[in-house]
């Protein structure tokens, strides 16, 4: 059966939700149903093995529909690996991983259930690291526990989902490269598993094996975290940074780690926050979007290859509603667009070029 969109509908596509992951692009729609673009996590058919550092490479630039559920909530797209909660709470995973997922060793780009955490309500993809959030605040982590990442004692190296004892309630948690940071209800921080960089921004970089909060006296309202650095948003609309910062990822200064949360300026409020692989967005109450950090795809949308150390608004973006970032490709909710920009080598930005080094529009949307 021919799940491209082309072969189903030729309606207005109204996108409510977008998530970038190593090599695909998902869009959620207010419908509820899911488009995807790229190679592995994609939705796309692929074959039954392909290379874990790699994604499908012979691949058109139309985008598929994720051929079940019906109707998905959250979507997550991570290293090859997609996760998306369904309106009845349960979690779906579909992609490729050689190593097994949630105990699932099969699976395949038609989503299969993963049925150990109910009642779910936010679902995260990494890098063989995976993390949950139920109605009640709890969150279970699963994958490889390299460093403590999961945050939980846990003898398996590829672990099953297990929720972390001692947390208060969450709403939200982002995963790096072998570390999670989460954010609590109450506006707080927790950070666990690798800190070689202070990606856990605890003042050392020490490895954490269970979750220690970060002494931050400002209220968050939204984290992203990029391989080895961390963003953080306040509730005034002010940006916060720390971790590794080889690439000006975490936003001035020429050391090559900070350790402990340190300020980003902007001329304006800013309203939402991503981070890349070693690169950094955030979108300001304008409509327009800043970019900074590496930009050997052209990731940051400025028009070059050259990366930055400090915030720098990409040119002839305007009106934006939402943003996200993959490992090396950025995405964004324009007003009647969805636009990408950076790395475009499996067809995660449709018909755009290989390094597509300024936004390009790849969707209409209402």
Known sequence: MDNSVAALKTDVFQATAISGGKDQTLVLLKSGEVLGWGGAGSGRVTPPFVDICSALKETDAKPVYVTKPSRYSTISAGFGVSLGISDQQQIFVWGFCQVGVGGKTLFSEAPTLLGDIPNATKVLAGQFLYAAIDQSGKVFTWGFNTDG??????????????????????????????????????????????????????????TIVSPEPILFIPRVQKIAAGSTHVLVLTT?????????????????????????????????????????????????????????????????????????????????????????????????IGKNQLLGWGSNEFGQLGKAVVKQMTPYAFLEIA
């Open 149 to 206: 990442a999961l945050g939980r004692v846990e003898t398996q190296i590829n672990a099953l989902p297990g929720w972390i004892d001692g947390l208060p309630i969450i709403q939200d948690v982002a995963i790096g490269d072998r570390f999670m940071i989460a954010l609590s209800a109450d506006g707080g921080l927790y950070a666990w598993g690798s800190n070689s960089a202070g990606q856990l921004g605890l003042g050392h970089l020490n």
């Open 236 to 332: 005034d609309g002010k940006v916060f940074a720390w971790g590794s910062n080889n690439f000006g990822q975490t936003g001035g200064g020429t050391q090559s780690y900070i350790d402990h949360p340190q300020p980003i300026s902007f001329s304006e409020k800013i309203t939402a926050i991503a981070a890349g692989m070693h690169y950094s967005l955030a979108l300001g109450s304008s409509g327009k979007v800043y970019a900074w950090g590496w930009n050997g795809f052209g990731q940051l949308g400025l028009g070059d290859l050259k990366s930055r150390s400090a915030p720098t608004l990409i040119p002839r973006l305007s009106e934006v509603r939402a943003i996200a970032a993959g490992e090396t490709h950025a995405l964004a």
